[in-house]
């Protein structure tokens, strides 16, 4: 008996048996099995020793947790303290409501958090639930999650794969692997020993994964590995490990918070002190002044407005085809300094299309992309039709017979030209369409009597047709054998060449000819595939390449490519003109690579770097880094899913925000580990999506450019807002420090503060976020992720220029008040008329409430821009701007002048002149702020200032 514990390979703490250079029986030894697979005992045990065929999901963090850290944040544990001292001060109303906000923020940020990560369940569903093996001697049925390593895998046609395993026979079989790879076109497989270098575990042609399917033919196989040693386990562990990342605005949020906590704590207790050793105020009236102090500076309706804009965005990205799952995504692409993008379904349309060809001596042209077929082969201009071109109709109907795809017309449940089979030949049925063929005629005029299928070993596949009646010059019950293959292998095996439709001894020159032709093709990235024919004799032979490969006549040349989406080339020039870098990375072939980079302006240089995944594995990550950082442009080709794990990893320890776009298994990993993860909605895998913060509905790269356009704008947005909350910040911490200092009658209370932050101030701090993107928002590089939102900027701006502005006019109401109500300086808050609660002192403080309010009004057109006139970007372009002040104002005038909000938030009803006396000073914020705007465009920022820069 053979040491059963070896059995499972892809154990990534162990080196792998290399079970593709070994023959059929040497597997069966390894695997301790037999062609009779193994018994019901033996698989049992296995079961027990190997575990369920299953995706494990590792343990994270539990949602309560999630939820308690969201009440211990640096705003949380401030606004706990203000509450405590709010209760222990008599202030229950200011106490439980300040509670209810760290509830409401708690909330808000969990529910965000809560879009739990689906990964590994997506890769569990594409695993199939049934499989078929061989126990006992006999073909059966058993449940996936029961494979163990040893079963006999039975395949056919259509079915899904599994397990890993070596292939044992097989019959013209191929996988598609386009869910681990990436890469749609489907993968020829032999039962052959292997002992090719250079390739990794995945590419070796004896080997079948997990997760894979069969696209053609059948096969049994041993299986080598089950559940998370497989590849398809690989990596769900690669995507379960990557540890989510807070984004680049949470970050500078987070920033935010610390700083207004730790200036918020220093005023509280320094205003303390002052309130208490210099005005003298008693130790309730210093801790009431200290709370006020500190809620002036939290900006508790941060967090909640700063979700509610995003989800502004998101809804706005929905319009632009492009569906965001985490809200704090929106402004990470836009702030995005390298886009790494997969090749196949991304930026080309997964449509595999003959573009030239070659036959009779002449290179022709074939126009449309695309499985419909339309378009035509030309010669110099000149339309080459089946009539003109008797070379042309046999290399269209060697590329129709030797075929076992086929063409499908549009449909209710297919709205576009597709194909069933394998796309590269699926390609040809299209070419040979466009040339005027009738394929089905033609295959029952001349139908297929044998095939002999594609071998990695001969390269090439031949299909024997018996002719049923005079065709292409043959007589009825003529045979011919058609061959399709490598061109430098189908080439080797022909003696003759079509020309003008008659057959001729091919010259060496002929050859050099056409070996200069496929290598062209070739250069330019186009997959090459060579057709011949030849009569077979009258007398039957045995259908073996040996007996049919030979003597045979050259037709021509068919080169096809994947072609680019018409819209992409844009995209990318506008990436290019944002500043942002776009790098590919794909399991495709470097040439192949290289031309379409090309052709969509990925590469400009004229010799780019390719790095291969075998260079990638021979680099280390200093030398990655210096690749990266190089001026020549990089192409990564040929990689695995942990290649391209590692160039993401490397580009954002660089610094970079790296966005990477994907659609398959293989993508997973890369989608979650960076900065955002960009999926395809309509090509993408379930896992893809899952990893990903962003999915394309249309599946279009162009759409990614939209999407940075609106991530900038709602990056400046936010700090159009947080410069309008940081305004009305400064209004509200004036009040208290005149309190403390000279002991004037209460000018504000804590639930005015909370009623201002989390009620009026909301809607116009949104409308703020829903301003459209400035004309040159794709003409600026991309921030730096150094780059504080809350800059020095910013700060002097909202809290200093705007808030000071806002404090004149919300004070002077203040005192106005009490001048009315026979106030006098000297006058303090301890006198019972203006004492807390009094009526005179809920007027006054009234005043100062909506003194905030009504000079927020002219706050929000201010903060509509920063460096242009609102005027340029419309004066009444913001609707929702108009419908926010109409709500402040409505809210404010419920508390003001309902009962019962009077009694909770200590307001008092005022007058008509009271309102008008603040509202002539709302001019003095507009005018003010237009003024710095125009000295910021003309002395600041001035055009001779901006072309020395």
Avoid at 183 to 207: C, H, I, Y
Avoid at 668 to 695: F, H, N, Q, S
């Amino acid at each position: 008996m053979a040491d059963t514990s070896t059995s499972a390979p892809t154990t990534r703490s162990t080196q792998p048996i290399p079970y593709f250079s070994l023959p059929a029986d040497q597997v069966f030894e390894k695997l301790d099995t037999s062609p009779r697979g193994l018994t019901t005992d033996d698989a049992a045990r296995r079961l027990a020793q190997y575990g369920p065929n299953v995706i494990t999901q590792e343990r994270g963090v539990p949602l309560w947790r999630k939820f308690i850290a969201n009440l211990t944040n640096f705003f949380a544990i401030l606004l706990w303290i203000a509450a405590a001292l709010s209760f222990l001060t008599g202030s229950n109303e200011s106490g439980v409501a300040i509670i209810a906000v760290i509830l409401v923020n708690a909330l808000f940020s969990f529910f965000q958090e809560y879009r739990a990560e689906q990964a590994v369940a997506a890769l569990q569903k594409l695993l199939p639930a049934i499989a078929k093996v061989r126990r006992n001697g006999e073909v059966v049925q058993v449940q996936a999650a029961e494979l163990v390593p040893g079963d006999i895998l039975v395949l056919e046609e259509g079915d899904n794969i599994s397990a890993d395993a070596r292939l044992l026979n097989e019959f013209d079989l191929r996988t598609n692997n386009s869910t681990l790879t990436g890469e749609s076109e489907p993968v020829r497989k032999t039962a052959d020993s292997v002992f090719q270098e250079g390739l990794t575990w995945t590419q070796m042609p004896n080997l079948i994964f997990a997760g894979t399917s069969v696209a053609s033919g059948t096969a049994e196989a041993a299986v080598i590995a089950t559940g998370m040693n497989t590849e398809f386990g690989h990596i769900a562990h690669l995507t379960q490990s990557v540890k989510a990342e807070l984004s680049p605005l949470q970050v500078q949020i987070g920033k935010i918070a610390t700083t207004v906590t730790q200036l918020s704590v220093v005023m509280g207790v320094v205003f303390f002190f002052i309130g208490i050793l210099v005005a003298h105020l008693t130790l309730q009236d210093g801790a009431i002044f200290a709370i006020g102090i500190v809620l002036a500076n939290v900006p508790e309706g941060l967090l909640p407005t700063v979700s509610l804009a995003l989800a502004s965005g998101v809804q706005r990205l929905v319009k632009r085809n492009a569906l965001v799952k985490r809200l704090s995504s929106v402004e990470t692409l836009g702030s995005a300094t390298v886009i790494c993008t997969d090749k196949t379904g991304t930026l080309t349309q997964n449509e595999m299309t003959v573009r030239e060809a070659w036959t009779g001596g002449r290179a022709l042209q074939v126009s449309g992309v695309g499985y419909e077929p339309k378009g035509e082969f030309a010669f110099d201009g000149r339309t080459v039709t089946l009539a003109n071109s008797p070379d042309l109709q046999w290399l269209v109907r060697a590329a129709a017979f030797c075929n076992n795809s086929r063409l499908l017309a549009p449909s209710d449940s297919q709205p576009k030209w597709g194909i069933l089979g394998d796309p590269t030949e699926g390609a040809l049925v299209v070419a040979a369409a466009k040339a005027g063929l009738d394929v089905e005629r033609e295959q029952k005029a001349l139908p297929r009597v044998y095939q002999l299928p594609f071998e990695s070993r001969r390269k090439r596949m031949s299909v024997i047709q018996r002719a049923r009646e005079s065709t292409l010059g043959l007589p009825s019950g003529a045979v011919v054998a058609f061959v399709k293959g490598a061109p430098k292998e189908v080439l080797s095996l022909c003696e003759h060449i079509l020309v003008d439709g008659a057959p001729r001894p091919i010259a060496d020159t002929e050859r050099a000819q056409i070996m200069s032709e496929n290598d062209r093709y070739a250069g330019a990235g186009l997959r090459v595939l060579a057709m011949a024919y030849r009569e077979m004799p009258a007398q039957p032979v045995e259908y073996t390449p040996e007996n049919v490969e030979q003597d045979l006549t050259f037709l021509g040349l068919m080169a096809m490519q994947d072609p680019p989406r018409p819209e992409v080339a844009a995209a990318v020039a506008n990436a290019h003109t944002a500043g942002i870098r776009v790098v590919m990375i794909t399991g495709d072939y470097g040439l192949t690579a290289e031309s379409i980079a090309r052709k969509i302006g990925i590469v400009r240089q004229p010799h780019p770097r390719i790095i291969t995944g075998a260079d990638l594995d021979a680099m280390d990550d200093t030398a990655l880094k210096k690749a990266l950082s190089d001026p020549v442009e990089v192409i990564f080709a040929r990689v695995a899913p942990e290649h391209k794990l590692r160039v993401v990893a490397a580009f954002r320890e660089l610094g970079e925000i790296v966005a990477v776009t994907g659609d398959g298994v293989n993508d997973a990993p890369a989608l979650k580990r960076a900065d955002i993860g960009v999926a395809m909605g309509k090509a993408g895998t379930d896992v893809a999506k899952e990893a990903a913060a962003m999915i394309l509905t249309d599946d279009n790269f162009a759409s990614i450019v939209s999407a940075v356009e609106e991530g900038r704008a709602v990056y400046d947005n936010i700090r159009k807002f947080v410069t309008y909350i940081f305004a009305h910040l400064a209004g509200e911490a004036v009040p208290y420090i005149l309190f403390a200092l000279f002991n004037l009658p209460l000018p504000l209370t804590a639930l005015q503060i909370l009623a201002i932050d989390l009620g009026t101030e909301t809607l116009p701090a949104l409308a703020l976020g829903t301003e459209k993107p400035e004309p040159d928002v794709m003409r600026r590089p991309p921030r730096k992720r150094s780059e504080k939102l809350l800059n020095a900027a910013t700060l002097v701006r909202g809290y200093f220029f705007l808030g000071i502005l806002l404090s004149i006019g919300s004070m002077f109401g203040y005192f106005w008040q009490l001048y009315q109500r026979g106030w006098t300086w000297g006058i303090t808050g301890a006198n019972p008329l203006f004492a807390p609660g009094s009526l005179i002192q809920r007027e006054a403080s009234t005043m100062t409430f909506l003194g905030i309010v009504v000079m927020q009004v002219a706050n929000v057109f201010a903060c509509r821009t920063e460096r242009v006139s609102v005027f340029r970007v419309g004066f009444f372009s913001n609707r929702m701007v108009f419908a926010g002040i109409v709500f402040e104002l409505i809210f404010a005038a419920i508390l003001i002048y309902v009962p019962f909000f009077q009694r909770i938030f200590g307001t008092a009803p005022v007058g008509v002149e009271n309102w008008l006396v603040l509202f002539a000073f709302t001019p003095m914020v507009f005018v003010a702020e237009e003024a710095r705007k125009w000295l910021v465009r003309h002395v600041v920022h001035r055009p001779g200032k901006e072309a020395q820069r």
